[in-house]
C-alpha cells in the first residue's frame, strides 16, 4: 500500500516535471551500440556458435594456437553477418591493439620463413581475438541489461524500492582494490559507473521501432522527431475518424430526428386549428 502511494507520488511528480535532463555522455554511448542492432534481433551465444567447447591445453602450445585459430575464423565470420555499423565499432575498440600488431608485423623479415616468428604472429592474433569476443559478449550483456532497465521503467511503481534483476557488474566476487594513495577501493568499473543515480523512466524504447533512447524531456516517447512527427500523424488520423464517426452518428440521429418530428406533425398538422 505503501509502496504504492509511493509510486502513485513518484508518478505524479514526474509529470508535473518537464525538466530537462542530459543523458550522461557515457550512457549515450552505450545507447548507440546498442542501437547497431535491430532491437528484436537475437545476437548469438558465442558458445553455440563454436563446435568445440571446452578446451584443456597449455596456453601458447600448438594445439592451443590452432583451437583459437578456428575460433576467431568461426568469430569473424559471424561478425561478418552482423549490421556493418556494430562491425566498424567492434573492430574499433581493438585498433590499438591491430596497429601494435601491423607495426610488429612489419619489423619481422618475413613470417612464412620462421617459425617462432610464425608462433608469435598466431599469439598475437589470438590477443586480439580474445579481446574482441570479450567486447562482444559483455556488449550482448549490456544491450539485455538496458532493455531490461527499460522495462522496469515502464513499471515503476511495482520496482520503487526493491531490488532489480539486472546486475550490474560482471564480475560475481569483487575484489579489494588499492589506489593511488594506498586507499582500499571498490573495483572501478566503467559500467556500474554509468548507471549509478541515472532516473531510471528515462531510458525507454521508442513506441515506433522500439530502439533506445533517452528522454532527455519526460513526455518524449520517441526516439528521434521524424518518429514524433509519425505519431503525431497517426493520433490526428484517429481523432479526425472519431470526429467523423461522432458527426455520422449525430448527423444520422439527427436525420432521425427529422423523420419523427415530420412525421410527427403530419399527423398534428391540425394543432394551430
Ligand atoms: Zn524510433
Redesign the pocket.
Known sequence: MNKQRQGKELRLANSRKRVKCACKPALQELIEFTNTIPPTFQLKNLTDLYERKLFLSKPGSPEWIDFYKGQDEVFRTYLKTLPQEFQELMHATTIKQIEEFNGWLRSMPSASENAEVENQYWLKRIEIHKKLVDIYERFKWIRENLYKLAEVGENLEEHVGKQLDVALGVLFVEYAYLDDNGRIRRQPDKYTETLEGIEISRLRT?V????L?WANRKDKK???EM?SALIRQRQSRESKREKREVYSKFAKRKKRGREITANGTGSKGHKGD
Open positions: 521508442c515506433v521501432c522500439k530502439k533512447f520517441c526516439c528521434s518518429h
